[in-house]
T-cell receptor, first 115, second 113 residues
Framework: AQSVTQLGSHVSVSEGALVLLRCNYS??????LFWYVQYPNQGLQLLLK??????LVKGINGFEAEFKKSETSFHLTKPSAHMSDAAEYFC?????????????FGTGTRLTIIP | EAQVTQNPRYLITVTGKKLTVTCSQN?????MSWYRQDPGLGLRQIYY???????DKGDVPEGYKVSRKEKRNFPLILESPSPNQTSLYFC????????????FGQGTRLTVV
């Protein structure tokens, strides 16, 4: 079974400050990891993903995440927060089980940007 | 434009009145699935489909049905809705070739009174 833990259901940072959203996973097989963003009244949009290869992954809107196998972590960072980053962020791990490409999501982190 | 379209976006209904939420994708994706999103629980998979006429249960299938008669459509059916099915529902599709991006619809906010 796979699981995802997102530490902090709400995170507030000042505009221009570092954004750090934490994600730890549990997986019995090599994981495939994703970060999705959800803006108000919208669906989920892929920010970035890790499948294989380079452990530092860059995504859209200046976000990046680093896969650390020893720590079972996939934390999301952005050097300088912008007001438009205010949204809810979901970390997810994927598996293929008899053809089911299920995404197992964390409970989400709501990011607030303070002007 | 690649997209997953859900309808309706908002729905208020009464207990026991059958309803269908439609989902359509224009990317020729083989794999489609339904999730529900509840506060503090994240998104949980309800049903999925690997191709036409191939569907199976996800983690929380009780009270739901699906069908996949055409590749592009994957409706979610609630035969007898109950208040505990009040939730935000998302349809998603992907190629089915493994660990590719899942595209999500805009969501359907369902309230059962």
């Amino acid at each position: 079974a796979q699981s995802v833990t997102q530490l902090g259901s709400h995170v507030s940072v000042s505009e221009g400050a570092l954004v750090l959203l934490r994600c730890n996973y549990s997986s019995s097989v090599p994981p495939y990891l994703f970060w999705y963003v959800q803006y108000p009244n919208q669906g989920l949009q892929l920010l970035l993903k890790y499948t294989t290869g380079a452990t530092l992954v860059k995504g859209i809107n200046g976000f990046e995440a680093e896969f650390k196998k020893s720590e079972t972590s996939f934390h999301l960072t952005k050097p300088s927060a912008h007001m438009s980053d205010a949204a809810e962020y979901f970390c997810a791990v994927s598996s293929i089980n008899f053809g089911n490409e299920k995404l197992t999501f964390g409970t989400g982190t709501r990011l607030t940007i303070i002007p | 434009e690649a997209q997953v379209t859900q309808n309706p976006r908002y729905l208020i209904t009464v207990t026991g009145k059958k309803l269908t939420v439609t989902c359509s994708q224009n990317m020729n994706h083989e794999y489609m699935s339904w999730y529900r999103q509840d506060p503090g629980l994240g998104l949980r998979q309800i049903y999925y489909s690997m191709n036409v006429e191939v569907t199976d249960k996800g983690d929380v299938p009780e009270g739901y049905k699906v069908s996949r008669k055409e590749k592009r459509n994957f409706p979610l059916i609630l035969e007898s809705p109950s208040p505990n099915q009040t939730s935000l529902y998302f349809c998603a599709s992907s190629t089915g070739q493994g660990f590719t991006e899942a595209f999500f619809g805009q969501g359907t906010r369902l309230t059962v009174v």
